[in-house]
Nanobody, 123 residues
């Protein structure tokens, strides 16, 4: 049984940094490309970042500099991370991790999803 379990969300203040984790089990982790999406209330699920299976490539919709999101993974412990810097109220959303055998995939047609973790940013 494949499981993706996000953690690390919570209530934070604007300007803070936060690192989300997603622990994966039930699949060969290094063969899957991992992504983060987020969904704010009343909005569609948006792509945030993706990292390939070997952690040698990442893709973001926002070019650097100015990018506040960093995706990483540790294949030794089957975990993918998302660091968010300089949090803003508009970052308030449920953050989901997802797994796919396609890279880089920015649409939501991923094979497996976690249940999400809520991030709420106060002013």
């Amino acid at each position: 049984q494949v499981q993706l379990v996000e953690s690390g969300g919570g209530l934070v203040e604007a300007g803070d940094s936060l690192t989300l984790s997603c622990a994966v089990s039930g699949l060969t982790f290094s063969k899957y490309h991992m992504a983060w999406f987020r969904q704010a209330p009343g909005k569609e699920r948006d792509f945030v970042a993706v990292i390939n299976g070997r952690a040698s490539s990442t893709y973001y919709p926002v070019p650097a500099p100015g990018r506040r999101f960093t995706i990483s993974r540790d294949n030794a412990i089957n975990t993918v991370y998302l660091r968010i810097d300089d949090l803003k109220p508009e970052d308030t959303a449920i953050y989901y991790c997802a797994a796919s055998t396609w890279y880089p995939r920015t649409d939501p047609e991923y094979d497996y999803w976690g249940q999400g973790t809520q991030v709420t940013v106060s002013v």
